[in-house]
């Protein structure tokens, strides 16, 4: 358990100092650029950020021994710890979305390009390389790290295709307004991952029975194998 313990925290430390460094570019970015799309990608990225720190601590503390005053152990900060992490990035949906609506004189340049084309790459090596490592540990929280990457590498897609079209905007007015529907659009994909992250994780604070009846029945099976048990509930 140790053994996988470190490996697993080793690849988050990595994957923390990827994340801080494409959060970092693209925030500047996108102030150098007066890009609201490309300062909520940056948030968007912070949000990875902050979720490989909190997914650090949680696994730390949910791996430590039972003891007489934890008889159950500590599984369930696992749950706590995700549960923080949702509101955090709640928050940060929220204000990606009102500061996408601040007027600002646009200076789209290559840099920009370069910035948002740099960390889709960064970020799908990180992704790539957090599934690799999640599916060999058989780690969720690796797993789970790796599709947030992903995640971000598409909203990183959205906001390249906002660069593009407000180079049109002299011809087509209408793409003058790119920059906030992408900020909104993408403040609104990081609610919907903290809704789904809350959601999830409150019910398996709480406590959720197994639905699937395959799974229930195998371990009725596997009970009925120990004469001194008997099955009550699952």
Same mark, same amino acid.
């Given at each position: 358990m140790k053994h996988k313990l470190s490996k697993e925290i080793k690849v988050l430390i990595y994957s923390m100092i990827i994340n801080f460094?494409?959060?970092?570019?693209?925030?500047?970015?996108?102030?150098?650029?007066?890009?609201?799309?490309?300062?909520?990608?940056?948030?968007?990225?912070?949000?990875?950020?902050?979720?490989?720190?909190?997914?650090?601590?949680?696994?730390?503390?949910?791996?430590?021994?039972a003891n007489k005053r934890y008889p159950f152990g500590f599984g369930r900060m696992e749950y706590l710890?995700?549960?923080?992490?949702?509101?955090?990035?709640?928050?940060?949906?929220?204000?990606?979305?009102?500061?996408?609506?601040?007027?600002?004189?646009?200076?789209?340049?290559?840099?920009c390009l370069i910035i948002i084309v740099l960390s889709m790459l960064l970020k799908t090596i990180n992704s790539k390389i957090l599934m690799k490592q999640g599916i060999e540990s058989n780690s969720p929280i690796l797993i789970s790290s790796s599709k947030e990457s992903f995640d971000d590498v598409a909203s990183s897609i959205g906001?390249? *295709?906002? +660069?593009? !079209?407000?180079?049109?905007?002299?011809? $087509?007015?209408?793409? =003058?307004?790119?920059? /906030?529907?992408?900020? *909104?659009? +993408?403040? !609104?994909?990081?609610?919907?991952?903290? $809704?789904?992250?809350? =959601?999830?994780?409150? /019910?398996?604070?709480?406590?959720?029975?197994e639905e699937n009846e395959q799974i229930t029945e195998k371990i009725k099976e596997i009970v009925s194998e120990f004469k001194s048990i008997k099955f009550s509930s699952l």
């Open positions: 460094g494409v959060s970092t570019m693209k925030v500047l970015g996108g102030a150098l650029c007066n890009s609201k799309s490309m300062i909520s990608d940056g948030f968007h990225s912070l949000s990875d950020f902050i979720t490989d720190i909190v997914a650090i601590l949680g696994s730390k503390i949910s791996h430590k021994r710890t995700d549960i923080f992490i949702g509101i955090t990035i709640f928050l940060l949906g929220l204000y990606s979305i009102f500061n996408s609506f601040t007027k600002v004189n646009h200076s789209t340049n290559i840099v906001v390249l *295709v906002v +660069i593009i !079209l407000e180079q049109f905007s002299s011809i $087509i007015p209408i793409f =003058k307004y790119a920059d /906030i529907v992408g900020g *909104v659009i +993408i403040g !609104l994909l990081i609610i919907r991952t903290s $809704i789904h992250l809350l =959601k999830d994780n409150v /019910i398996s604070l709480i406590g959720q029975t």
